[in-house]
């Protein structure tokens, strides 16, 4: 173990200060390669909002296990933006097929494209294989050894599909803003929004989130204030492994604290992605208990070793954990809070989130295990948008290979029991 965390460790300092050459360094025998790619540019004014999906964005090709992915705003220059310039409110990567030859009468009534979701819990709304916010660049998303994210494998491909990669990168610039967090936070009344994206009426019970904050909107900026429209870019660097029979395969699953399924009885998830945090009594404020809390409960479909876990949480976060159902506590991320200008440091951003690395075999779950989903937040102030998911990667149990059997043919064929030639 002490080991494999050095490995980590080294692979964090070198990610840390330059990214790593396209081929580099071994992992049990195996070469480890990392690429760095560009998204389309991200066009920004002051107080506007980006919410794009991009579709068949550069990504490494072949049947690989990602080792581990992570991502930034940049500018044209590859400068890192701060958080307090562009907020990064999340980004999510995810593979999808699309239909290799779309022009063909043949293919006319395929659907064009279909996408690859994880394996759960929320996959209907939250189906990335990967994603995170303004926590990007300090949150570690090493998959450790013998782990790896299975892609590009063209056997589990529909007929006529090939894998491709989309990336939705939405992104609010407060630059001269009346105020950055009502901004960050989607707040309606600064967005000056009554519709959705899709011309729907918002409730005047919902005060934001989402719903305000969709793209080219725009935030209320101060008057007089002019500023450039900014070139930015979501700068990612991809870290794999070809694919081998060393590689042992893990399952990415996403819990929501906002999932009502075992609440009300259903068998469909309800995952709303984001909620509201009040602000506390004055009572509890008194007490100084100005901690919001929320749970929810999820049936995990298929156990295994918990490998790697990670929390995502916004400005006012203070924690996220998840429990098996004995109660017993399987992970916990904490978020970490900038204190300067930098980017990286941003004062009152989450630029990180702690990642949970459980020893290999210690952490199990069973076959529709029901876990508990814990989101802390400070109630200082009122919140609006706020989200609580937790990503677990779960490595299933492994089927033995069968230990080959000694086989004779002479004078007649017959062969030892397995375990008697294993043994020989």
């Known amino acids: ?33 990392s690429k760095t790619f560009r998204s389309p540019p991200i066009l920004l004014g002051p107080g506007s909002v980006s919410n794009k999906y991009h579709h068949d964005v550069d990504f490494p090709r072949g049947h690989l296990a990602v080792k581990s992915f992570d991502a930034e705003v940049v500018d044209e220059n590859g400068v890192p933006v701060p958080l307090h310039e562009t907020y990064l409110h999340h980004w999510v990567a995810e593979p999808y097929y699309a239909l290799k030859n779309s022009q063909s009468p043949d293919t006319q009534n395929l659907p064009k494209g279909m996408l690859k979701r994880n394996d759960g819990v929320c996959k209907t709304t939250l189906g990335q294989y990967f994603g995170l916010g303004s926590e990007t660049r300090h949150t570690a ?38 105020d950055k967090p009502s901004c960050t936070e989607c707040k309606c009344d600064f967005y000056n929004v009554t519709i959705d994206e899709y011309g729907r009426t918002i ?52 819990f929501d604290v906002t999932d009502t399924a075992m609440l009300d009885g259903t068998p469909e998830h309800s995952c709303k992605v ?16 100005c901690i919001h809390t929320k ?26 954990s998840l429990h098996g159902q004995d ?68 490595a299933e149990p492994q089927q033995p290979t069968p230990a080959p059997s000694l086989c004779f043919s002479f004078p007649v064929p017959w062969c030892l029991p397995a375990w008697m030639s294993s043994n020989m």
């Open 141 to 178: 998303t090493w998959v450790p050894d013998p782990y790896g994210i299975e892609i590009g494998n063209e056997d589990k491909a529909p007929e006529g599909y090939e894998e491709k990669w989309l990336l939705n990168i939405h992104a609010i610039d407060t630059r001269g803003v009346v």
């Open 295 to 320: 749970t929810a409960r999820a049936a995990l479909p298929r156990g295994g070793d918990i490998v790697f876990s990670v929390a995502h949480q916004h400005s006012g976060g203070v924690g996220a």
């Open 274 to 289: 984001e909620y509201q945090v009040e602000e506390c009594s004055a009572e509890n404020r008194a007490n100084n208990e």
């Open 203 to 254: 409730s005047k019970n919902y005060t934001g989130g989402l719903f305000c904050c969709y793209d080219q909107t725009q935030c209320r900026v101060k008057e007089g204030f002019n500023g450039e429209v900014r070139k930015l870019f979501l700068q990612y660097t991809v870290t794999w492994l070809d694919w081998t029979d060393a590689v042992v395969p893990v399952k990415i699953y996403i």
């Open 327 to 394: 109660g017993r506590l399987l992970c916990e991320s904490l978020p970490t809070y900038g204190t300067g200008k930098e980017a990286g440091n941003e004062a009152n951003y989450i630029v990180g989130m702690s990642t949970c690395y459980p020893k290999p075999g210690s952490i199990k779950v069973s076959d529709g295990e029901v876990l508990t989903i814990v989101s802390n937040y400070s109630s200082d102030r009122q919140h609006t948008g706020v989200m609580g998911l937790v990503y677990i990667l779960v």
């Open 1 to 33: 173990m002490k080991m494999a965390g050095s490995a980590v460790l080294l692979i964090s300092l070198l990610s840390a200060v330059a990214p790593l050459p396209s081929e580099a360094l071994n992992v049990r025998g195996h070469l480890l390669k």
